[in-house]
């Protein structure tokens, strides 16, 4: 009785082993392939096209930023009454217009900083001098700290200005410049030299959209893309593919360690093996 529930469970085990099986299956998709590049850029080469990706973006933000100053300097302008407005008697223009040129400033900061860190990315900063290497990545934040804080201050040291009306402009003002500076922030900056390490990988996979590219073509990331392309890391890098796919470089990094344990297991086993011979001759 007891032989037969235990070959029931086995069988139940083994349907539901095979079903799991079927469904992991039925979800692999069948890639499709189109080579890219043949040969590997040198690392003169590789840099100076990362240059040439990231540059539009570079320019992009550098002419938001200055029109996002520009916004500013309209609004200190507005506040202290050299510029005036008067839409209504009852709602003074002067107050519509410097909160209408804070919000542009804040979205010409927070657009130009997204397309700053773009460009890093493309083409990143040598990590060797830290000081640098956190200005390059952290540019959009000073930005935003030049876009809001000297209206902060004037409209501080403005005397002709009611109470009320400072703190209505100092708290937009502060609102404006945390948003901006947060958004402004590379939480997760690559180097140059990360980069140029990547660019060793022989084989890799990436997709037409998106910025990174994969050691596995059967990484999860890349389930639901029928059409993928391949070659080098450097090629991968040079069509604006940031970085290494995460969870591709803790696979990888978890089967280097799983092979380093495998062959230190199979040393060890080696130089056990003879003591234990010798022994048994001993006997």
């Known amino acids: 009785m007891a032989q037969d529930k235990n070959t029931a469970a086995q069988e139940a085990a083994r349907k539901a082993l095979e079903a799991a099986q079927a469904k992991k299956a039925k979800k692999k998709v069948e890639h499709t392939y189109t080579q890219v590049g043949q040969q590997s850029a040198s690392k003169e080469e590789l840099l100076a096209a990362t240059r040439k990706n990231a540059l539009p973006y570079r320019i992009g933000a550098i002419i938001l930023w200055i029109l996002a100053i520009v916004c500013e300097v309209l609004a200190i302008l507005v506040f202290v009454h050299k510029i005036e407005f008067s839409f209504t008697v009852e709602n003074p223009g002067y107050t519509i217009a410097w909160i209408v040129l804070l919000v542009l400033d804040l979205a010409f900061v927070i657009i130009g900083s997204q397309l700053w860190k773009k460009a890093n990315h493309l083409d990143p900063a040598s990590a060797k001098n830290k000081l640098r290497f956190w200005l390059h990545n952290n540019l959009g934040v000073i930005i935003a ?76 990331h890349l389930n639901n893309t029928l059409e993928l392309m391949t070659g080098t890391a450097t090629t991968a890098i040079e069509n604006g593919k940031t970085r290494l796919c995460k969870t591709c470089e803790a696979r990888a990094a978890r089967e280097a360690e799983e092979s380093l344990v495998s062959v230190v297991s199979d040393k060890m086993d080696q130089e056990t093996a003879p003591s234990e011979s010798e022994g048994g001759s001993q006997e």
């Open 145 to 220: 700290i030049i876009a809001f804080a000297p209206f902060i201050i004037i409209v501080l040291l403005d005397k002709n200005a009611s109470k009320q009306s400072k703190i209505i402009a100092v708290v937009v003002a502060v609102v404006a410049l945390a948003i901006g500076g947060l958004t402004s922030v590379d939480w997760n900056p690559i180097s140059q030299e990360e980069m140029l390490e990547n660019a060793n990988i022989d084989t890799v996979y990436w997709t037409a959209s998106g910025t990174v590219f994969h050691a596995y073509d059967d990484c999860s």
